[in-house]
């Protein structure tokens, strides 16, 4: 049997200079999972993220995709993932299909760029250019971009970032949607809230370690088997309590 795990991380480590950015994690993602990597700002997300997106160069231990070795295969690795990184940037005055047409092409593929197009709903916009989209269709387009060949991990670096709560909202059913395709989706954020809902496991990450790693589920009930109470509770509580008090920190501190 195929092993169940798409994507297996063994003693990942980076620096810079005397400055230790991801300090030796392991962690594995399973196939069909939807996998968050949580923490505050300069706890080792994103350079967890590019090391294992080939972005940048791995100093110890290793990463793998479906069996294939990050570090020693980057160019098969890159056909077989999607990346929609935080801010996505798309050619001037180009239509969307155009665009979508251009993407499938630089994998060898041939697509029909308005089912892409209208599977997110953006049918209406298929001649509009990406500088005529608001926000959240912005992030949809860069999501139907990155789909376009049909990679078997899909990485998305803080994808809600300042979009509306109806835009983030329709994008969670988005990633849901692609999960559902049988697509492991890897993503960031600094929202509670969208990694409660979203994600069936998370790897909390402090300093360039992992401190922890489970369901949402099993991390809050651990945090009130310690005896944490809320001083209202309306829910006695969740993966933001969890996180603050795991790392001590508020989300957006810096380092």
Request: net charge negative.
């Amino acid at each position: 049997m195929a092993s169940d795990a798409i994507l297996k991380v063994k003693n990942l480590t980076k620096s810079y200079d005397d400055i230790v950015a991801v300090d030796g994690i392991s962690f594995e993602v399973k196939r069909g999972e939807i996998f968050g990597i949580l923490g505050p700002n300069g706890a080792g997300k994103t350079t967890t993220l590019e090391m294992i997106e080939t972005l940048r160069s791995i100093d110890s231990g290793s990463a793998s995709i479906d069996g294939v070795d990050v570090a020693k295969h980057p160019y098969q690795i890159r056909g077989m993932i999607g990346v929609q990184p935080q801010a996505p940037g798309f050619q001037d005055k180009t239509k969307l299909t155009e665009l979508i047409q251009m993407f499938a092409s630089a994998y060898g593929e041939k697509v029909d760029p308005l089912s892409f197009l209208k599977e997110v709903g953006l049918g209406d916009k298929a001649n509009s250019y990406v500088e005529q989209l608001s926000g959240g269709q912005k992030q949809r387009f860069s999501i139907v971009t990155a789909l376009v060949h049909s990679p078997k991990v899909f990485f998305l670096d803080e994808p809600t970032t300042g979009l509306d709560p109806q835009a983030r909202r329709n994008l969670w059913e988005l990633v849901t949607e692609t999960r559902n395709r049988g697509i492991s989706v890897i993503l960031t954020t600094h929202y509670m809230e969208e990694a409660e809902m979203l994600c069936d496991r998370v790897a909390i990450m402090d300093s360039g370690k992992i401190i922890a790693l489970d369901t949402p589920k099993h991390l809050i009930k651990a945090l009130l088997q310690r005896g944490f109470s809320k001083t209202q509770p309306i829910e006695r509580a969740n993966l933001e309590d969890v996180f603050l008090d795991l790392t001590g920190k508020h989300l957006g501190d810096e380092n």
